[in-house]
């Protein structure tokens, strides 16, 4: 049996892992030179590393970028809107863990056939029946995966008449940064709200940090280092010090998209898995778990009970819980993002009245997946 996977991210990789584990021979098909990733930090949290434990590897991350769960959310004169119970958290839940993008890529990567692998492959179209049309011919399968992200070809191609991706009204972002000694120390991840704007950190294992700024703006608009070094230079510590120790080329910035609900993942032989599927705002950072998710309960599915059956049950299992999530990303961070002063003073004054346990209830239904 062959699969055919379309795009080389970490949803694609996690499910040509899954099915070449199973017997497959699998085909990522990639439109990069070369499959790699250029993103920043990422935070795998107790669900993705068991999506992870499907294919062996989640190990790999606990041992090598353990990490701890947020902290939680403070104002930008660093006053404490939410605190989380860290150790309960971990307790209930399991182990977090951080790792560069570029990182669990190559882990994902490493574990399949170098001859499985074809980046430099443009795919113009795919249809349900496993044919795959791209700038070399074309090639056919018996399953094609389509993981290739929120503008997805495989989603246009086989539902052409499916709502698009939409911006959600802020950019975000990312970066790495090393800051100097006795500056811009980090204990643990933070959130930061400000009025229509946050920023978080994340202390990666090898001493840099792992930055991400969203700040409600115009889609298509850009802004560089500087001019958020001065958006951001009246916020608390560590804050400035860690934008002062950034470099210019390190700044990623990508506007915000999600996906309005599809009436269903599969059609013929075709399924679509992470961002092509669902692609929500990275409000919990929940956006690489549930492609993981995806992959190995995709590969489960079919490898178990058959190409039809498997897809119709990956589709009964994955479109209401990754939808549910994304409905849940959408909301929980929209008080961050609001304009006027006022609701944001009541915003500032009602968190902390809220019970210190309640961030644990709300994603309590991720957390706990098992496949």
């Given amino acids: 049996m062959k699969a055919l996977v379309v795009g080389g991210g970490i949803g694609g990789l996690a499910a040509a892992v899954a099915f070449h584990q199973r017997g497959w021979q699998v085909e990522v098909l990639e439109r990069a030179p070369e499959i790699t990733e250029i993103g920043a930090g990422l935070s795998i949290q107790p669900n993705g590393l068991r999506a992870l434990d499907a294919l062996g590897l989640g190990d790999l991350l606990r041992t090598g970028g353990p990490a701890a769960p947020l902290r939680g959310i403070r104002n930008v004169n660093g006053a404490w809107l939410i605190r989380n119970d860290v150790e309960e958290l971990e307790r209930r839940f399991g182990p977090w863990a951080i790792v560069h993008r570029a990182a669990l ?53 086989i539902w052409p008449h499916a709502a698009g991706p939409r911006y959600v009204g802020y950019t975000t972002w990312r970066l790495l940064t090393t800051p100097h000694t006795g500056e811009g120390s980090v204990e643990g991840s933070v959130e930061i709200w400000g009025r229509g704007e946050r920023f978080g950190y994340i202390p990666m294992p090898d001493g840099r940090v792992y930055c991400y700024l969203m700040g409600n703006a115009p889609a298509g608009s850009r802004t560089g280092l500087d001019r958020l070094r001065e958006r951001y230079a009246r916020w608390h510590d560590p804050i ?126 991720a957390y706990t997946w098992t496949l």
Avoid at 289 to 300: G, I, M, S
Avoid at 328 to 339: F, I, Q
């Fill in 105 to 157: 890529v190559d882990i994902l990567r490493a574990t399949l056939p170098a001859h499985a692998l074809r980046p430099g492959t443009v795919v113009r179209e795919v249809l349900p029946d496993g044919t795959v049309h791209h700038d070399g011919g074309t090639a056919t399968a018996d399953l094609v995966i389509g993981a290739d992200g929120v503008h997805s070809v495989t989603r246009r191609s």
């Fill in 240 to 365: 400035p010090a860690l934008l002062d120790a950034a470099r210019p080329e390190a700044v990623l910035q990508h506007d915000t998209y999600e996906l309005p609900n599809l009436r269903t993942y599969i059609r013929g032989r075709a399924a679509i898995l992470g961002d092509a599927a669902h692609a929500m705002a990275p409000n919990l950072g929940q956006g690489a778990c549930q492609a993981l998710e995806d992959a190995v309960t995709l590969a489960a599915a079919v490898d178990t009970l058959g190409i039809d059956a498997g897809l119709r049950e990956y589709d009964r299992l994955r479109r209401p819980r990754t939808q549910m999530i994304a409905q849940l990303s959408r909301r929980v961070a929209a008080p961050a993002h609001w304009g006027s002063p006022l609701a944001t003073a009541l915003r500032d004054t009602a968190l902390p009245l809220l019970p210190n346990a309640l961030f644990g209830r709300s994603i309590t239904p």
